[in-house]
């Protein structure tokens, strides 16, 4: 079987669409014999990343090529046809769409709000969704690609005081929301703990140093971790962007706060607080953090609410049931 990969991450589109093709090449592996290639933009902050990715061929073109340009590209290695076709990319064009449809057999693409998603046999849309219904499209939450914590979750109570939050932005807290976030909710006066990852991909560091001058909370930073939901586990509280952590956190019934810079999630936003799964102010944040942190602090009865409904409404299958689809079990 051979199947075409199209994927790129970077610091500033964020590194969410890679990590979901390693875990859905895993899979794919462990399901049938298949011949992989991945096409990506290689950004430098990004090589790390796809190169662990255990595909047959990797062919890398230059950023920010322009579409006409991809185009040529993918004419060059797109000769024959492929029997499965990936595609992971926030914007699809069109006539990029057509190319990627014509030489394969079957296809998908994730999160893609492009004009061109509607030419693909499945579109995975949960992140994402259209706002107008497009027919082949799903939005379900039983489809995100969530690690299986079914043993963390046994362990994880419902916690009646918030001792402990939990900090993340993704990989690379793209537009420096972080030490921000740590300057609010420094000016609390409630004593509790912060654990702060800040990924890989992170580059505000100056801006860290000196929020931390002028903090006063017990404070531990971590740059890069095996697993984000180990880190979080034993927190009251996670103040998270939108993107896939998010939902593998709340599958513990730890209540989350999403908050972000990144506009693109505030659709995603939107959707969870109508579904009742987080707290957010619904905006994109630039600060007063700490009246909304203080608001679910107050919110005993709402928090215990979400920790059952959380942990009933996301489960671990969503990887299984993408390959189904994809190679057609």
Sequence with gaps: MKIFIRAYGSHLMGMGHLYRIEKLVNQLRQKSLCEITLFTQKYNESVAIYKKIEVDRIIEIEPNISVDDEI???KKILKDSYDILINDQLNTEIEIAKLLTKYSKKNITFDDLGDGNSLFNHIINVLYPSEKRV???INSYSYMLLNDYSQIKESVAFK???KSIFINQGAADTWGAIPDMIKDLNSMSNDFKIKVLLGPSFQHFYELAEALKRNKKRIE?????DS?????KDCDLAILGAGNTLFEVASLGIPIIASTREKKELITIKRLLKDNIVYANG???RDGLDAL????????SGRE????QNRDLFQYNGLDKIVKLIIGE
């Design 221 to 225: 930073i971590f740059n890069v971790v």
């Design 160 to 162: 009646e005081d918030i």
């Design 293 to 300: 942190v203080q608001k679910v602090i107050e919110d005993k």
């Design 135 to 137: 027919d082949n499209e």
């Design 305 to 308: 609410i979400k920790y059952t």
């Design 72 to 74: 040529e590209e993918l």
């Design 283 to 285: 905006t994109i944040y």
């Design 228 to 232: 984000v939901v180990e880190l979080a």
